[in-house]
């Protein structure tokens, strides 16, 4: 079939097909790429590792300094949370009875001196609180994390330049550093992320992760400046809505992002009607370098939608062209394609059920299963009798000859009686002998 199109193609037509073909195919290439871009993120897709249900919704709030926000605010918020949910009725569905509805996180920035028995050095710090790194499954080189919700605040996660300077190796898990002349526990070493958008996102230096006490006390604090939840979202935009109206900041000093929905289809748009007033922030709030990261992500998401979008559009005007002329040039009607098109969905269906039947008989046939008994034959009417024949008239028995004379008759004479003088012959003698035969022949019988 596509061998007889092109025949009829025309050079320059085969060129526009050809051009227009590419053009679709380079457009779902890029909205691969960008899907991919989208769930590269492990910062963004919380709400999918908590829920499976996708009836959850990661939320992120970022704090101006001015903002007032304290570790003691955010214990506020937590309690008013679980009074809110339990109200609400709403309630884990998961079969484990410790499961939890939401988990939460708080960071700050900062700058700590770590100090080992080989070297010292300034690094970049991240004061944690709650379960910080089940928001940032950052990739682990040796050792294991720790959480802000422990009873002890000593640990420590160094990246792996940091590491390599402060010790020469990467497998250090358990060694002690001091900070300030209090001795801390390594916990973990970290892989530092890499690439354009990490560089400029503020990764360009080393990176150490503590508790948010211990930056507070023994490091250089900017203030907290994150915060963020993953809870139930039985309606869209529920979760959101809460945490704008609880979280005790005003409007102008915060920043509120649904994670879960930033690189949605609908969102990219939006995005991209901001065009040359996204930046225009008016808040004093500096970004952590893991939204730096999602929102330099953002861009290129948006970027790559504007050149899926042409590359969809030139083969849609293509075709748009090609309808046009052959709207012009029509021999047929709107009824006549409409029965066609019905005609080849009864015969799509009628194949569909054949096959359906022909596989479920080889199924039934392959499982052993019995074949169905065969209808028994309707029983033959029976013939209506045919009427009796009229029986003949019986014919009327013949008189019964008058036997023969045996010779035992003759024999067997009865003695004769007296004679009798003879008639005279004449009428009436005549009569009488007659008479004497007649009465003899009786008499034998």
């Known amino acids: 079939m596509l061998k007889k199109f092109m025949q009829r193609l025309s050079g320059r037509g085969i060129v526009l097909f050809g051009s227009g073909l590419a053009a679709l195919i380079f457009g779902f290439i890029l909205v691969g790429i960008g899907r991919h871009r989208a769930g590269s993120l492990d910062t963004q897709d919380m709400a999918a590792r908590w829920a499976a249900n996708g009836r959850a919704s990661q939320i992120s709030c970022f704090f101006s300094r001015e903002s007032g926000i304290t570790a003691d605010s955010i214990i506020s918020f937590e309690h008013a949370l679980d009074k809110a949910l339990e109200e609400a009725s709403i309630v884990s569905e998961s079969?484990?009875?410790?499961?939890?509805?939401?988990?939460?996180?708080?960071?700050?920035m900062g700058k700590i001196t770590i100090q080992s028995n080989r070297a010292s050095m300034e690094v970049q710090a991240v004061g944690i609180g709650g379960d910080f790194f089940l928001f940032h499954p950052l990739k682990l080189q040796s050792g294991s994390y720790f959480s802000g919700?422990?009873?002890?605040?000593?640990?420590?996660?160094?990246?792996?330049?940091?590491?390599?300077?402060?010790?020469?190796?990467?497998?250090?898990?358990?060694?002690?550093?001091?900070?300030?002349?209090?001795?801390?526990?390594?916990?973990?070493?970290?892989?530092?992320?890499?690439?354009?958008?990490?560089?400029?996102?503020?990764?360009?230096?080393?990176?150490?992760?503590?508790?948010?006490?211990?930056?507070?006390?023994?490091?250089?604090?900017?203030?907290?400046?994150?915060?963020?939840?993953?809870?139930?979202?039985?309606?869209?935009?529920?979760?959101?809505?809460?945490?704008?109206?609880?979280?005790?900041?005003?409007?102008?000093?915060?920043?509120?992002?649904?994670?879960s929905t930033r690189y949605r289809l609908s969102s990219l748009f939006k995005l991209l009607m901001q065009f040359g007033t996204r930046s225009m922030n008016g808040k004093a709030i500096i970004y952590p370098y893991w939204e730096n990261i999602a929102r330099g992500n953002e861009d290129i998401l948006g970027l790559l939608l504007i050149f899926a979008l042409l590359f969809f559009l030139y083969p849609a005007v293509l075709l748009l062209i090609v309808l046009i002329r052959a709207w012009k040039r029509r021999t047929w009607t709107a009824r006549s394609v409409w029965l066609s098109i019905r005609d080849k969905i009864d015969r799509l269906r009628e194949r569909h059920w054949a096959a359906q039947k022909r596989r479920k008989e080889k199924k039934s046939a392959g499982a052993g299963e019995p074949k169905a008994p065969k209808k028994p034959k309707k029983?033959?009417?029976?013939?209506?009798?045919?009427?009796?024949?009229?029986?003949?008239?019986?014919?009327?028995?013949?008189?019964?000859?008058?036997?023969?004379?045996?010779?035992?008759?003759?024999?067997?004479?009865?003695?004769?009686?007296?004679?009798?003088?003879?008639?005279?012959?004449?009428?009436?003698?005549?009569?009488?002998?007659?008479?004497?035969?007649?009465?003899?022949?009786?008499?034998?019988?």
Request: hydrophobic share 30%; proline share 8%; charged share 30%.
């Open 149 to 259: 919700n422990d009873v002890m605040k000593d640990y420590v996660i160094l990246d792996e330049d940091a590491a390599w300077q402060l010790f020469g190796s990467n497998d250090i898990a358990g060694q002690y550093i001091t900070i300030r002349g209090v001795p801390h526990i390594v916990a973990g070493v970290i892989e530092r992320e890499e690439g354009r958008l990490a560089k400029a996102a503020g990764l360009q230096s080393s990176v150490a992760y503590v508790s948010y006490e211990t930056l507070s006390e023994y490091g250089t604090d900017y203030g907290l400046n994150t915060y963020e939840i993953v809870m139930p979202n039985p309606v869209s935009g529920y979760a959101k809505q809460y945490v704008a109206e609880h979280i005790g900041v005003a409007e102008n000093e915060v920043e509120i992002v649904e994670n």
């Open 379 to 445: 029983p033959k009417e029976p013939k209506e009798p045919k009427a009796p024949r009229t029986p003949k008239k019986p014919k009327a028995p013949k008189e019964p000859k008058m036997p023969r004379k045996s010779k035992e008759s003759k024999v067997r004479k009865e003695p004769k009686a007296s004679k009798e003088p003879k008639p005279s012959k004449g009428p009436v003698g005549m009569q009488k002998q007659e008479q004497d035969k007649a009465e003899d022949s009786l008499e034998l019988l």
């Open 95 to 108: 079969e484990n009875a410790n499961a939890r509805l939401w988990a939460d996180a708080y960071s700050a």
